[in-house]
């Protein structure tokens, strides 16, 4: 089974940026949509964005359109997330999750496989 692994979380100032990665452990990353979510604290996890298997289809929830991209390498096993212009509400644990299929989904409970998160913390 997939093994997912993110990094590149940190402490930021408002309006900076971070670069996300998320890599598998399975040459199988190719056979799974992709997304992001993240969860602050006495918050529930929410959608933040997601890829088809592909790379194609990205989708974002609102508060993050325009601001963030999700890409993906197949051949390095791994996702991405830029995050420009980042705000103090974008504090939180970002998670990378692997859905079985073509499409991604908003929904957390319908991916398989969880990271074990990286930490992003936006300064005002």
């Known amino acids: 089974q997939v093994q997912l692994v993110e990094s590149g979380g940190g402490l930021v100032q408002a309006g900076g940026s971070l670069r996300l990665s998320c890599t598998a452990s399975?040459?199988?990353?190719?056979?799974?949509?992709m997304g992001w979510f993240r969860q602050a604290p006495g918050k529930e996890r929410e959608f933040v964005a997601t890829?088809?298997?592909?790379?194609?289809?990205?989708f974002y929830t609102a508060s993050v359109k325009g601001r963030f991209t999700i890409s993906r390498d197949n051949a390095e096993k791994t996702l991405y997330l830029q995050m420009n212009r980042l705000r103090p509400e974008d504090s939180a644990v970002y998670y990378c999750?692997?859905?079985?299929?073509?499409?991604?989904?908003?929904?957390?409970?319908?991916?398989?496989?969880w990271g074990q998160g990286t930490q992003v913390t936006v300064s005002s």
């Open positions: 999750a692997a859905k079985k299929g073509v499409m991604g989904s908003t929904i957390a409970s319908v991916y398989d496989i």
């Open positions: 399975e040459r199988t990353f190719s056979d799974y949509a």
């Open positions: 890829i088809s298997w592909s790379g194609n289809s990205p």
